[in-house]
């Protein structure tokens, strides 16, 4: 059983961001795949530049890692990153034949600029400036997005197309849904011992990978 979650800064802030969040986790494209009326040639743009994005993500969480055996206050803390990290490597291989299936050619497919953008903004993330708290933050973000997002194409009444369930099921399964969850909590502990300024630094974080994650859906507009 999952313990029972108390309320802390991140669902603050979440209520308080609430617009931005259902943006970000219910945006047209999400929906589209829910109700089964996607466009297919949106969902390969957005396969093709999320294939790059994740090559860019897996430095960002392996800095978390690393990070996660100094500072973390919990031996626990970095098995789930550990775990996260271990996911992403199987998710390459999925993107990869997903590749194949779909005739997305990744060497020719270039980032578009709000993909640029967002690789940046985890760039800037991994300096030893940047608190543990506040990359926990954005790191909780990063995933929570994708796993509020494609779960709701897996809830019920779903029209979801077969051939997209594959990509709803990878971040919307319960295991990954469990797994933030325990970033969540690590990132709330972190977050308790927190200085004012970490505190607004790690709001603005959770702002900004909102906004960059509807940038990204967006991208699949073309
Ligand atoms: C844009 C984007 N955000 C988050 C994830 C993973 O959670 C992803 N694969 N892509």
Known sequence: MEKPEKRGMIDTWLDKH???YTAAT?????VSIRDGSVDLSSFKTWLGQDYLFVREFVPFVANVLIRAGKESGETSDMEVVLGGL???NDEIEWFKNEGSKWGVDFSTVVAQKANQEYSRFLEALMSSEVEYS???TAFWAI???YQESFAHC???GNKTPAELTGACNR???DGFRQYCLSVKNIAERCLENASGDALVEAEDVLVRVLEHEVAFWEMSRG
């Open 154 to 156: 897996l809830g019920d």
């Open 171 to 173: 971040w919307g399964n």
């Open 143 to 145: 995933e929570a997005v």
């Open 86 to 88: 271990a996911s992403l």
């Open 18 to 20: 609430r617009s931005l």
């Open 26 to 30: 219910r945006h047209d494209f999400v």
């Open 134 to 136: 506040v990359v926990l």
